[in-house]
């Protein structure tokens, strides 16, 4: 064969390997900054503070109305356990993270559930406009966290063997643009505020809507959750 052939082949494998698509196994990414890390820390801290108190909440609401209105039990129940659930997520984050939970949850738990059996013994309605206002105030919460991780976290991507900086098109998969931990944090909020507005939704179909006074029951109820969160964030 003709040296102009071996060259020819020399080229070709030079251009199918410099076009090759780089998997999770050949990149790592660049650290986040500190006020990346510290927003991170602070999502784990307000979300476990926020779950908990949700958490309680249901506890509390369905500790009056199951008896009362069997009809609701399992609906109540469904609810509960998914907040037990992200309850138990957040729990797992900030003993992995080393987050330090906030000074307050005492507080908290005291709080969620005195606000759940309160509106409860009120009615039934009153517990729904309850629901319909913590969840309106954490799915909004929610949507802003992500949309500053969708926004600004965009890090480095590293050649794991030439440490040169990768570029996203140079990747097999959009996926890689974010780090596995990251992406499993956004893929849980996203999955928990809808779950939220489920449970929004679910209370306006039980007759949130017709508790007394509604605007003044949900308002009063949206302001506290909304310290609680301010000061969950800080403290």
Known sequence: MSKQYFIRQFSSSIRNYSSAKLNSSQIQYGPLSK???AFLDR???????????????????YFVLSSKYPHLKPVLKH?????????????RL?????????????????????MGMG?????????????????TVIGNHYNQQLRILMNQYNVDLINKET??????????SVKLNTSPELA?????IST????????????????????????????????????????AERV
């Open 192 to 231: 928990f505020r809808d779950e939220e507005l489920e449970h929004l939704d679910t209370a306006i179909e039980h007759d949130a809507e017709k508790a007394v006074p509604y605007i003044l029951l949900t308002e009063g109820i949206k302001l506290i959750c909304k310290g609680a969160i301010w000061s």
């Open 163 to 172: 440490g040169e900086k990768v570029e996203k098109d140079d990747l097999e």
């Open 94 to 114: 900030q003993v992995e993270k080393r987050v330090r939970p906030s000074l307050l949850t005492p507080l908290w738990k005291l709080g969620a559930i005195g």
């Open 79 to 91: 609810m509960w356990d998914q907040e037990i659930h992200h309850h138990n997520t957040f729990n």
């Open 43 to 61: 999502i784990i801290r307000v979300d476990q503070a926020g779950e908990l108190g949700a958490n309680y909440i249901y506890m509390g609401q």
């Open 119 to 135: 509106t409860a013994l009120i009615s039934k309605e009153a517990a729904m406009a309850c629901t319909v206002a913590v969840e």
């Open 35 to 37: 006020a990346q890390q």
């Open 184 to 188: 499993e944090l956004k893929n849980n």
